[in-house]
């Protein structure tokens, strides 16, 4: 899954791709290179970011998708229910909502409608306040619990099965060691029975491990840590640098398999 984040203020590419065409230019060479599906984004949700106002959120979005959406898969990075309705209605094929569905309470109701597939995500607290001390008495079975109620939920709200995408959030309410052991233990989460998303791509992480040896791309450590989630037999993997992370994966089937 390429990440296209096509606002001012994304952490690590905001203002890059949000003017001209250069959204679609990259999400074309991100799909070119390889990629699946492209995941576009018009609202931040880095830690400390505030909410954005939909009618801007879908200002920054529509153009794109309309451009796109006959020449690539899409899937949409949002929380809120009204921007989710319209991209569906103009071919998004998957909903990624950070917020576990918990943003806005109409959106299980719209997947439920267009029974669309979508990314069920955990976060603790909301991008302002999510990295304020995060603490778990024992992260992974709170998150495990928390999946299990959640599908729990849905399943009785009458949301098929096979729309589910389960995402454990690395860095959305976790620090290193939270962060860490998720990675580390991430094939627990097979036994819940769904498909699984990571986004680990430049995340804080990468930095807080490698110290002086951090880049602004943290290509490095996001190739080490997707071949370690592919290893742990992680189905999606949510990329900035497609091209560079294929290359990593051609390079290491290669040697493994001989």
Do not use: C
């Not at 990440?3 to 065409?21: E, Q």
């Not at 997947?111 to 992974?140: A, C, D, I």
């Not at 995402?167 to 029975?193: A, E, Q, R, V």
């Amino acid at each position: 899954m390429g990440v296209l984040n096509l606002t001012p203020d994304s952490f690590s590419d905001g203002g890059k791709f949000n003017k001209d065409n250069k959204g679609l230019k990259h999400a074309l060479n991100m799909f070119e290179s390889g990629a699946n599906i492209i995941d576009v984004g018009g609202e931040s949700t880095r830690p400390g970011s505030k909410p954005v106002d939909q009618k801007i959120e879908w200002n920054r979005i529509e153009k794109f998708i309309k451009s796109a959406n006959k020449k690539i898969p899409i899937s949409l990075d949002t929380r809120k229910s009204e921007i989710m309705k319209k991209g569906i209605k103009l071919g998004v094929k998957i909903i990624n909502d950070v917020s576990g569905l918990n943003y806005d309470l109409e959106t299980i109701n719209v997947l439920k409608k267009y029974n669309t597939p979508f990314v069920l995500q955990h976060s603790r607290g909301t991008p302002e306040n999510m990295q304020n001390k995060p603490y778990y008495k024992n992260e992974l079975l709170e998150i495990y619990d928390f999946f299990e109620e959640k599908i729990k939920f849905l399943k009785s709200f009458g949301i098929r099965h096979n729309n589910i995408i389960i995402d454990p959030g690395i860095g959305f309410g976790k620090n290193l060691k939270h962060n860490m052991n998720l990675i580390s233990n991430i094939s627990i989460f097979h036994t819940l029975g769904f498909p699984i998303l990571v986004g680990n791509s430049r995340k804080r992480f990468i930095k807080e491990i490698s110290g002086k040896n951090d880049t602004k791309n943290r290509i490095g450590g996001t190739v080490a840590s997707s071949i370690y989630l592919m290893m742990q037999g992680v189905q999606i993997l949510r990329i900035h640098d497609v091209n560079e992370l294929l290359q990593g994966i051609k390079v290491f089937k290669e040697l493994i398999n001989r």
